[in-house]
């Protein structure tokens, strides 16, 4: 069975930092690009940065490019999301999400972050 | 990188039909068939209900649809369930891996 289990979120101040892990199981993690997407309370889905099997391809939203850093540690079956200079706009649940080839087929329970004084 | 577009709501009595319209622009949903469809219930993670503009994964009922035309996807629901009240996003590949989602739609069972 497929697990992706978030962690690491919580009350960060504006312009402070925070990192994102996902632990996955249940498939071969090495195999599969992996993408964060968010959600703030409330709204709707947003894609925030993907990665493929070998670090080797790595994209983000306009909105968090240059502030955020996706990585992956295979030996780790983890991937990670470093978020630097948060805003209050970055306040969301954070979902960690395996790609089965230009689309989502599994996601995790995901992890609120709150950017706020 | 855009929002696609779709309607805030739809609603339909059990047994109807309803469609849920997604509209991109010719660099994600015109661009490719990469279009997936998911639902979301209220405090749960999203669900994948469509991949490639109109597949179904295994454990998806065939009352759910996908189609596409141009620089508009579709999600069609027939036969509506009382279970089939959730929100639903499309989502499309835009190219250099990017994928851009759609600004949701609240499906109501009447």
């Known amino acids: 069975e497929v697990q992706l289990v978030e962690s690491g979120g919580g009350l960060v101040q504006p312009g402070r930092s925070l990192r994102l892990s996902c632990a996955a199981s249940g498939f071969t993690f090495d195999n599969y690009a992996m993408h964060w997407v968010r959600q703030a309370p409330g709204k709707g889905l947003e894609w925030v940065s993907g990665?493929?099997?070998?670090?080797?391809?790595?994209a983000y939203a306009d909105s968090v490019k240059d502030r955020f850093t996706i990585s992956r540690d295979n030996a780790k079956n983890s991937l990670y999301l470093e978020m630097n200079s948060l805003r209050s706009e970055d306040t969301a649940f954070y979902y960690c999400?395996?790609?089965?080839?230009?689309?989502?087929?599994?996601w995790g329970q995901g992890t609120l972050v709150t950017v706020s004084s | 990188q855009s929002a696609l577009t779709q309607p805030r709501s739809v609603s339909g009595s059990p047994g109807q039909s309803v469609t849920i319209s997604c509209t991109g622009t010719?660099?994600?949903?015109?661009?490719?068939?990469?279009v997936s469809w998911y639902q979301q219930h209220p405090g749960k993670a999203p669900k994948l209900m469509i991949y490639d503009v109109s597949k179904r994964p295994s454990g998806v009922p065939d009352r759910f649809s996908g189609s596409k035309s141009g620089n508009t996807a579709s999600l069609t629901i027939s036969g509506l369930q009382a279970e089939d009240e959730a929100d639903y996003y499309c989502c499309s590949y835009a190219g250099d891996y990017t994928f851009v989602f759609g600004t949701g739609t609240k499906v109501t069972v009447l």
């Open positions: 990665i493929n099997w070998s670090s080797g391809s790595i």
């Open positions: 999400a395996k790609d089965e080839g230009y689309y989502i087929d599994y």
């Open positions: 010719r660099s994600d949903v015109g661009a490719y068939n990469y």
